[in-house]
Nanobody, 113 residues
């Protein structure tokens, strides 16, 4: 059974940084692409960043140059480093395994002074 558990969310001031982690169950992790989505109140869920099994990355235009997605296959974990955070980054962030369409429970990120 695929399980994805996010952590690292919280309250941060504008301009601050957070690192989200998503711990995945099982040895399948290294073989699959992963991504991060977010959903702000009243808005649709949107793709933030993706990473292939070969570490190719893609980003939404709104986060390019500020966010970095990475993975550690030895730890079955995918990360999202978020720098220069803005109030509009406030959302619930979800980890997602693309092939099987598996989702984590989400972690809240709030950017506010």
């Amino acid at each position: 059974q695929v399980q994805l558990v996010e952590s690292g969310g919280g309250l941060v001031q504008p301009g601050g940084s957070l690192r989200l982690s998503c711990a995945a169950s099982g040895s399948w992790f290294r073989a699959y692409a992963m991504d991060w989505y977010r959903q702000a109140p009243g808005k649709e869920r949107e793709l933030v960043a993706a990473i292939s099994r070969l570490d190719t990355t893609n980003y939404a235009d709104s986060v390019k140059g500020r966010f970095t997605i990475s993975r550690d296959n030895a730890k079955n974990t995918v990360y999202l480093q978020m720098n220069s955070l803005k109030p509009e980054d406030t959302a619930v962030y979800y980890c997602h395994q693309i092939a099987g369409d598996y989702w984590g429970q989400g972690t809240q990120v709030t950017v506010s002074s």
